[in-house]
C-alpha cells in the first residue's frame, strides 16, 4: 500500500503542532511513503518561515532541517517530468487547486497511491473524488 505524504505531514513529524501524533501513526503504518520532488522546496520554505516567525529559535531550526532531510532520505521520490506538469495543470483548472496541490494530487494519481495524507481541506477533497483515500492528521 503507497501512502503519499505532502509537506504539511512531514513538518508535522518535525514541528510538535496539532496533528503531530495522528501524523506519526500515518508515518509508521505505512508499508510505502512517497512524495514529489518538490515537497523539499515546500518543507524548507515552511521550516524557513517558521524561524523568521519566531517558531523556532536558530537550534531548533537546524534540528527539524536534519530531521526533514532524514525523512525525505525515506520517501519514494516522484520526479516532476512534463507529463506530471500536465496532468497537474489539468488537476488545477478541474479540482480547483493551487499549484502545489495539484502536483501532488498529480504525483500521487500517477504512482498509483492507495492513500493521500494532507492538512490541506481542498487538497483531500479532491483526492477523495478522483479515488483516494484521505489521512488528514487533524483529524480524529
Known sequence: ??????ASLLLKLVIEEEGSE?????????????SV?????EGRA???????????DSRQH????QEFNT?????????VTEGLVDDASHLAESEALRGYEAVHLAAALSIGSDILTSSDTTLFEAANRRGL????????
Open 71 to 79: 525523512l525525505v532520505d525515506a520517501l519514494s521520490i516522484v520526479e
Open 62 to 65: 537546524q534540528q527539524a532541517l
Open 1 to 6: 500500500m503507497i501512502t503519499y505524504v505532502d
Open 133 to 140: 483515500h484521505v489521512a488528514n492528521p487533524l483529524s480524529t
Open 37 to 41: 520532488v518538490l515537497v523539499v522546496v
Open 46 to 56: 515552511a521550516l524557513a518561515a517558521a524561524r523568521r516567525g519566531g517558531r523556532l
Open 22 to 34: 495522528r501524523a506519526g501513526l500515518i508515518w509508521d503504518r505505512a508499508d510505502v511513503l512517497a
